[in-house]
Each structure stands twice: as structure tokens, then as C-alpha cells.
């Protein structure tokens, strides 16, 4: 009898990467009006620039804006072609649009890069995937580009990558469209801006979120801590929405009054960690080509935007001075360092006892 040999193990398919999805036009942007006359005019006049910079605080809309800039650059304004195109796009299944992301590294040939902390777009991420992309021939015709690149979060390129990118700056290929999305501009070498039209976008005012929180049928019971939080930027009121953020203050503020007063035994440190290490443990899970690491510098960054809030509150009404503002930072500046979360959001506890000018209620 044949000796049955043991089929080897299947191994599932890696999820693909975030997809560039340009379903929403530029009419359908909330906010941002300026900009997008601007954008408009560049499209009738047909004069475009092979760079841009889109820039501005993190969420107000920059990677939106871009996809849909990039749509309308890709889409024949009549058939044939025209239906085809805006299914793709809607689909995050155009050939030629292509995002670049820190996330990328987790699906490249490299064992290296897979492994990285995600803390940076490395040079390796750009070579394989930004410049097969820009070289290939373009797959649809018709539209005003023949195909455009969005690199999302461009000022955590590497220094190498940024130098790396500038050669594709200075000899770009015809016709080919390239949007950073930066939001730290100023961590960008000054001779990618140089190359680059830049667009300048603000956080909405109130009356344009509060539209967008019509638009996603936000109830009242949110309304108010969303608008707080997110501070005219509707990718964090989406963000903080989605992954219950937008509860951590109704745990968070009465523990930080307690440290303001001194009446903190470690409970402000514990939450913190806590509220931090279950986010970052679930946006794992959900998102498999995140890193663990970046994923720990989200989720601090979102209880330390939480306390931020808060104190900015406390600021204008008088009650704390400018040094709970800086207790902000250097937690920030520890937990950056590596430092076990526990104790650097003690330090802030500590901290924030010292900059109460009038007795917390």
C-alpha cells in the first residue's frame, strides 16, 4: 500500500493593503471651498501640476481631497470610458491610481521591511512600490492624467526616501500627477516643496462640521464631545466615532481633574494605559497590515488629543496655566523615547498637579 504523504499546510493570502478608494467627488467634499475652486480652476484650465502638497493638521480632509482631485484627473469627462473609469475608482481598483502608505512595507518581497515598526516610510517602500507605479504605462485613457499618486502622510518619508523622490520631482513622467499629503510639511526637505503646488487646508469651521456630522448621521448625544475632540477635523471625529473614542473622555476627564487637585493615586496612569493598550490591540486585528508599534503611537496619541482637549478647555476658562499644555507634550515626548506608557502618564499626573492656578471643580 502507497504510503500517504501529509498535504502540506495551505497558507492564506495576505489581506491586500488599504485601497485607494476615490468614491466622493470634489463636489461632495465638505468645507475646504477655497481649495476646491482652486483645484477646480487647474482642472478647466487643463494647466496641471505634476506635483502638489496637500497640508495641513491631521483629519481635516487632505487624502479625501487628494482621491477626489485624483478622480476627477483620471475620469473622461464623456464616454466611452467615462462609467468604467468612476466604477474603478469608486472600487479602489484603478489601475492607475496608486496610494502609498507606511503600510505598504507589510506586503513587500523584503523580510526586512516587513518587519518594520511602521514608524516611517522606508527608501525600500518607495522603490518597490512608488516607482513601479510611476514608470508603468497608464491602462485607461481619456482623463487629464494618465495616472496620479497620492502618498499619504509624505513627511514620514525617510531622508533617503526623500532624496530619492526628489529625482521623480525634478523628471517626472508625462503626465503623471504626484500628491503628497503631509502633516508635518516642515519635516520635508525644502526642495521637494520647492517642486511641489502646495494647497493649504484648514480645520473646518463649526458650521461646516456640523454639517459633516449631519451627513453621517451623527446623533446629539455625540454631537458636542465629537466636536470638542475632533476640533474641525472630521477624520478624527470619524476615527474617534468608529473605535469609541469618543467615550474616553466621560472616563478620562474626572480622573485628570483628580491629578489637576492632587488627588490622583494612580488611577489617570492606569486609565491612560489601559484605554491605549485595548485600542491598539483591536486596530490590530482589524487592520492585519498595521503594525503593533504603530498602532501603540496611534492609540497614544489619541488619549493624549483627549486630554489635550480637555485641557485647552481648562486654558481658556482660566483654571490651568500654560504648563498643563507642556505636561501634554513631555508625556508625548517620553512615550516617543519608548518609555513604559505607565510611567510616562504618571509624570503627566504629576505634572498637571502643578499647573492648576484656580481649584479644578
Known amino acids: 500500500m502507497a504510503k500517504r504523504t501529509r498535504k502540506a499546510a495551505v497558507r492564506e493570502p495576505d489581506p491586500l493593503p488599504e485601497r485607494a478608494v476615490a468614491a ?9 471651498d477655497e481649495a476646491i475652486n482652486f483645484l477646480r480652476d487647474t482642472l478647466r484650465a487643463g494647466r496641471l501640476p505634476h506635483a502638489w502638497m496637500f497640508q495641513g493638521p491631521m483629519g481635516v480632509g487632505k487624502r479625501t481631497l487628494a482621491l477626489a482631485y485624483a478622480a476627477a484627473l483620471l475620469t ?35 523580510a526586512e521591511l516587513r518587519k518594520a515598526k511602521q514608524r516611517n516610510i522606508p527608501l525600500g517602500v518607495l522603490k518597490e ?28 518619508l ?21 500628491i503628497l499629503v503631509a502633516d508635518k510639511p516642515h519635516d520635508l526637505l525644502p526642495t521637494i516643496h520647492s ?28 454631537r458636542h464631545v465629537v466636536s470638542r475632540l475632533a476640533e474641525g477635523s472630521p477624520g478624527v471625529a470619524d476615527l474617534m466615532l468608529r473605535t469609541g473614542v469618543a467615550s ?37 486585528k482589524q487592520h492585519p497590515a498595521a503594525s503593533k508599534d504603530a498602532a501603540n503611537r496611534r492609540a497614544h496619541g489619541l488619549v493624549l488629543s483627549v486630554l489635550g482637549a480637555w485641557v485647552r478647555q481648562l486654558m481658556r476658562d482660566g ?5 498643563a499644555a507642556e505636561a501634554i507634550t513631555r508625556c ?3 512615550l516617543d523615547r519608548d518609555v513604559q506608557p505607565r510611567f510616562a502618564y504618571e509624570a503627566l499626573g504629576q505634572h498637571l498637579a502643578l499647573s492648576a492656578l484656580t481649584p479644578a471643580r
Open 332 to 334: 508625548w515626548g517620553l
Open 76 to 110: 473622461p469627462e464623456t464616454d466611452p470610458g467615462r462609467q468604467e473609469a468612476l466604477d474603478l475608482l469608486a472600487a479602489g481598483a484603478h489601475p492607475d491610481l496608486v496610494l502609498i502608505s507606511k503600510e505598504l512595507a507589510a506586503y513587500s518581497e523584503d
Open 129 to 156: 512600490f512608488f516607482d513601479t507605479a510611476v514608470a508603468r504605462t497608464a491602462s485607461l485613457p481619456g482623463g487629464l492624467a494618465a495616472k496620479v499618486c497620492v502618498i499619504d502622510e509624505a513627511h514620514l
Open 24 to 32: 466622493g467627488s470634489l463636489e461632495s467634499i465638505v468645507g475646504h
Open 319 to 323: 483654571s490651568v496655566s500654560p504648563a
Open 195 to 222: 517642486r511641489c503646488q502646495r494647497l493649504r487646508l484648514a480645520p473646518l469651521s463649526s458650521e461646516a462640521m456640523e454639517h459633516w456630522l449631519d451627513t453621517q448621521g451623527v446623533v446629539a448625544a455625540d
Open 158 to 178: 525617510a531622508r533617503e526616501g526623500q532624496n530619492h523622490l526628489l529625482k521623480t520631482l525634478e523628471e517626472p513622467p508625462p503626465r503623471t500627477v504626484i
Open 248 to 284: 474616553w473622555p466621560g472616563r478620562l476627564d474626572p480622573l485628570a481633574h483628580a491629578a489637576l487637585t492632587g488627588r490622583d493615586a494612580g488611577e489617570l496612569a492606569e486609565a491612560c494605559a489601559s484605554l491605549a493598550g485595548d485600542w491598539s490591540e483591536a486596530w490590530v
